[in-house]
């Protein structure tokens, strides 16, 4: 990966943990405190759009990835990220608000 430019995922090990502890799984202590010294720059939290539909790999209800949309920013909150928060909007505002933020 480069090192003199942004890289963008679409998820995490924070995510993993929320996902892990759902299936009853337990972090052990290393795992957390890797958490605690491994950490992304910026998270940009992306506010959940309006119309939630399932798909071959969104397969929870619309009420199940609300709840989970919670925990995950629990989560990050939990590690002591400031989460930037991306408003529901078509995909191209959305760009423009992150490019903006990286700009700014």
Do not use: N
Not at 30 to 58: D, G, K, M, N, Q
């Amino acid at each position: 990966l480069p090192t003199d430019a942004p890289v963008f995922v679409d998820t995490s090990c924070i995510e993993t943990l929320v996902y892990s502890r759902r299936a009853g799984l337990e972090e052990g202590e290393r795992f957390a405190a890797w958490l605690r010294s491994f950490r992304y720059r910026t998270v940009f939290f992306l506010e959940p759009l309006e119309h939630y539909e399932r798909t071959e790999v969104r397969l929870e209800d619309a009420g199940t990835a609300q709840a989970l949309s919670a925990e995950i920013e629990a989560c990050y909150q939990e590690f002591g990220y400031q989460l930037v928060r991306v408003p529901a909007a078509p995909l191209a505002a959305r760009l423009e608000f992150i490019h903006a933020h990286l700009a700014g």
